[in-house]
């Protein structure tokens, strides 16, 4: 099983990607948790470069980016250790450059469906997480985090609410495969939601 976590910053997917790993190796399942950008040496340094403050990057730049990383992960990762019958939890896949590139940047849809379709040799999740959270809590948790935010986190909120519109128009339009969690949840009860899902998913 193919799992995905997404949403905009501060959400809290990294938090709940970890507590599912371990419910999920808890419960016998073996587990693979990566993230994006990221996961292997080629993917690792993509995410120092798409990430470090200050840098400019064109939209169309950003894509080929994050699916040079993301080409890697599927290729070396993810797809190896679903053929190997392990559950995989991704933080961030091709919904996220949906968000960000095309609702957040502006670029094509299409385009950017033909990038990450050529990345993931058509690899898609089995279930995807949406974990959706209102831009002032987003920004108060970015805040308490100190003054170290990533190039993205220090884009301004016009931004992250265009991402954010752009993420519950992907679970619309995704119903069947996208399930919004309401991210203002604890995430013990986020956890208990999600691992029902998965329950219900497998049978």
């Given at each position: ?16 990607a ?18 994006e ?22 939209p169309?730049?950003?894509?080929f980016?994050?699916?040079?990383s ?15 019958g392990?559950v ?6 091709v ?20 990038a ?19 831009l ?8 308490s ?8 986190e220090?884009?301004d909120?016009?931004?992250h ?17 996208i ?11 986020l956890?208990?939601?999600v ?9």
């Amino acid at each position: 099983m193919f799992i995905t976590l997404e949403g905009i910053e501060g959400s809290g997917k990294s938090t709940l990607a970890s507590a599912l790993a371990e419910a999920l190796r808890a419960a016998g399942h073996a587990v693979v948790s990566v993230r994006e950008p990221g996961g292997t040496p080629v993917g690792d340094a993509v995410r120092g470069i798409f990430l470090q403050p200050g840098l400019r990057i064109d939209p169309v730049g950003e894509l080929f980016l994050i699916n040079a990383s993301r080409q890697a992960l599927v290729r070396q990762v993810i797809r190896p250790a679903l053929e190997s019958g392990k559950v995989v939890i991704c933080d961030r896949y091709v919904d996220s450059t949906r968000a960000y590139q095309g609702y957040g940047r502006g670029l094509k849809m299409a385009d950017i469906d033909a990038a990450c379709d050529l990345a993931t040799e058509g690899l898609d999740p089995s279930i995807t997480f949406l974990l959706d959270i209102d831009l002032a809590l987003s920004y108060e948790r970015l805040l308490s985090r100190g003054n170290s935010h990533d190039r993205m986190e220090q884009e301004d909120i016009q931004f992250h609410a265009r991402v954010r519109d752009g993420f519950l128009a992907l679970a619309e339009h995704h119903s069947s495969r996208i399930r919004r969690l309401d991210a203002s949840e604890p995430v013990e009860a986020l956890l208990e939601r999600v691992v029902m899902h998965i329950a219900g998913a497998r049978r």
